[in-house]
Structures are given as structure tokens and as C-alpha cells.
């Protein structure tokens, strides 16, 4: 079974930096994109950055400037580096992951659980 795993969240003070991991663990034969959502209360989830497996990068226009997302496509894994973190930033952040289970297969989406970031004084 295919899945993947966040860590890194926590409470921070508003300017301040948290780095978010997600790891793909189990069987499977590739991973295409890879993405960072988040949803606040009482609001809809929303992208926050996408990277595909050749490095293409795309922000949400509420980070660009202030995350910085990244992949090794070795170790299966995706990092969100939030710097200038602020009160808005405030969400559980999710991993998605669009995995290929077999050779010839189709894509299907994947998501972590969810990691909880609390940008608070």
C-alpha cells in the first residue's frame, strides 16, 4: 500500500519559518506531480505550490515569494520551506501525490493526513 506521510508542522510567531516534509512509502513504479495544499477553517482547500517529477513550479499567488517547494525524486520526497510565515498562513497543509502503481498504469491521486501550522503570537 501506497502512502505518504507529513511532518514538520507546529506553532510559529508571525515572520517566522517552518519547513514541511512529505515521504512516498510503499510499492509503486513512479510519481508525476507532487503538491502542497491547505485548508483554513471554514474555507475550501486551496494549492499552494505544485512541482512536477522534471521540476516545473507553479505558486499559489498567496506564498509566491515567501514558500519555496522542492523535490528529491530519488527519496520520494517533497519539502515546503515556508519563510515570512503570517497569521493567514494559519491551515493544515496537505501532501498530494499523483502515483503510478504499475508500468503502463494509470495516475491516481494520493494525499498525506494533513499537518497542522499555527502562525500565531
Known amino acids: 500500500q501506497v502512502q505518504l506521510v507529513e511532518s514538520g508542522g507546529g506553532l510559529v510567531q508571525p515572520g517566522g519559518s517552518l519547513r514541511l516534509s512529505c515521504a512516498a512509502s510503499?510499492?509503486?513504479?513512479?510519481?508525476?506531480?507532487m503538491d502542497w495544499y491547505r485548508q483554513a477553517p471554514g474555507k475550501p482547500r486551496e494549492l499552494v505550490a505544485t512541482?512536477?517529477?522534471?521540476?516545473?513550479?507553479i505558486y499559489g499567488s498567496s506564498v509566491k515569494g515567501r514558500f519555496t517547494i522542492s523535490r528529491d525524486n530519488v527519496k520520494n520526497t517533497v519539502t515546503l520551506q515556508m519563510n515570512s510565515l503570517k497569521p493567514e498562513d494559519t491551515a493544515v497543509y496537505y501532501c498530494?501525490?499523483?502515483?503510478?502503481?504499475?508500468?503502463?498504469?494509470?495516475?491516481?491521486?494520493?494525499w498525506g493526513q494533513g499537518t497542522q501550522v499555527t502562525v500565531s503570537s
Open positions: 498530494k501525490a499523483a502515483v503510478r502503481r504499475i508500468i503502463g498504469g494509470s495516475l491516481y491521486d494520493l
Open positions: 512541482i512536477s517529477n522534471e521540476g516545473s513550479i
Open positions: 510503499g510499492s509503486f513504479f513512479s510519481i508525476s506531480a
